[in-house]
Structure formats: C-alpha cells, structure tokens
Nanobody, 116 residues
Framework: QVQLVESGGGLVQPGGSLRLSCLAS????????MGWYRQGPGKQRELVAV???????NYADSAKGRFTISRGNDRNTLYLQMNNLTPEDTAVYYC??????????WGQGTQVTVSS
C-alpha cells in the first residue's frame, strides 16, 4: 500500500506562483512513476505532469513552460512548481503514483484557486 498526501494549494492571483507537495509513504520502493493530475469545475480529471523514477518527465501542453515537476532529495516527496498561473489553472490537484505492477494510488487532492 502507498499513501499520498498533498499540500501547498491555496488562493493566488493571476500571474502568481504556487508549489505543491506530495508526500508518499508505505511501499514506495514498488513505485515506477509519480505525477500530478487536476480536475477543474465541471471538467474531467486530466494529466498535468508525470515523472518516472529514472527522471523522465512528461507535461500537458497547458503546463509546458510554466510548471515543473521534481522529486525531493528524500525520494519520498514529489513537487509541482507552478508559475504564471491563470484562472484556467483553478482545479483540485491530485498526486498519483503507479507501481511496477501498474497499481494506481491517489491522494485526497489540494485545491488551487487562481483569482483576483
């Protein structure tokens, strides 16, 4: 089992920045990839960015050039640095982890609201 806990969401003005954190615990040695997804009001959940444990990354087009996914030195924490935020980035952001057996785990989500 893997537990994921997100933090760092909040209210920010357009053009501002936030850094989300995801702390993983449990059987993290079985994990292959970790990533961030989001679900905006009335929208389906969508990929934001993913990172394999070997360091490869993939970003949604909407995130390229503005968001950066990274892993902490402790190997238990995943970050999402979000810059130049717009109201369209308003969503609940979820941390996801996938094991080598393709089992998927989700955090509870953290709300990001971009508004003036």
């Amino acid at each position: 089992q893997v537990q994921l806990v997100e933090s760092g969401g909040g209210l920010v003005q357009p053009g501002g920045s936030l850094r989300l954190s995801c702390l993983a615990s449990g059987s993290i040695f079985n994990l292959n990839t970790m990533g961030w997804y989001r679900q905006g009001p009335g929208k389906q959940r969508e990929l934001v960015a993913v990172r394999t444990f070997s360091g490869a990354t993939n970003y949604a087009d909407s995130a390229k050039g503005r968001f950066t996914i990274s892993r902490g030195n402790d190997r238990n924490t995943l970050y999402l640095q979000m810059n130049n935020l717009t109201p369209e980035d308003t969503a609940v952001y979820y941390c996801n982890a996938v094991s080598i057996s393709t089992r998927s785990y989700w955090g509870q989500g953290t709300q990001v609201t971009v508004s003036s």
